[in-house]
């Protein structure tokens, strides 16, 4: 029974998904409305999970998600479940890409129209600058950036170690720093074909104080975005 739900559902996303990047690219244009595209697959893809898969979620620490103001998210990334949530949760959210997922067609265009903040990891130095003043330019335009600091999906329960970039940007932008912990590896691995039933926990902490040194900021990431949800 879960092969066949899953089977249908991966279907139904990829319908959903690239449906909504052709038909609705128009609306990336009107700057009121831009993100209204996002949302509808946001909303699509969770009425898919909750009637064909029976996965649902459930949001801890509301109170601590920025409304009306810029902020950056360090999120947990386990599953391709996060990518389209945020858009539910977070005002205008400009993603930390790798410039590989610029090769999808179609797709590619709401990033740029969205102004995602795109990674080339192969640049060293040079990407780290960029990605500072990337993040630096679409705070002070009050949007809320979404990083994924471990660079990379883990599977649930697998600790990675935190890629320098968010603390750069940590050092030279003047934010609200939330760290994100979420278990939707549980159910939607890492490149796993099966979607198992379940409810997706995602939690929201309270902001980091600024003026941490590089070791008190990263072990507060480290342990908060892999705290144990119930």
């Excluded at 080339?120 to 994924?148: E, Y």
């Excluded at 970039?165 to 030279?172: P, R």
């Amino acid at each position: 029974m879960i092969f066949i739900r899953s089977l249908i559902f991966n279907i139904y996303f990829i319908f959903v998904t690239f449906g909504v990047a052709i038909f609705l690219c128009p609306v990336l244009l009107i700057k009121p409305i831009q993100f209204y595209p996002s949302r509808i697959w946001t909303h699509l893809t969770v009425l898919g999970l909750k009637y064909i898969c029976g996965i649902t979620h459930k949001v801890e620490g509301k109170e601590n998600i920025v409304k009306n103001s810029d902020a950056l998210y360090i999120s947990k990334h386990q599953s391709a479940w996060e990518t389209f949530m945020f858009y539910a949760f977070v005002d205008k959210p400009a993603f930390v890409l790798k410039k590989e997922l610029m090769r999808i067609p179609f797709v590619n265009f709401f990033f740029i129209a969205l102004k995602m903040i795109v990674v080339d990891r192969s640049a060293g130095s040079k990407s780290l600058r960029k990605l500072v003043l990337d993040a630096k330019d679409r705070i002070q335009n009050k949007r809320q950036v979404v990083i994924f600091p471990e660079g990379t999906r883990t599977n649930h329960g697998e600790i990675a170690k935190l890629n320098p970039g968010v603390y750069s940007i940590y050092k030279e932008v003047e934010t609200r720093y939330i760290p994100v912990a979420l278990d939707s590896g549980k159910c939607w691995g890492r490149n796993a074909f099966y979607k198992k039933p379940g409810v997706i926990t995602i939690k929201f902490f309270p902001a980091l104080p600024l003026g941490l040194s590089k070791d008190e900021f990263t072990k507060q990431v480290h342990d908060l975005i892999n705290a144990k949800l119930d």
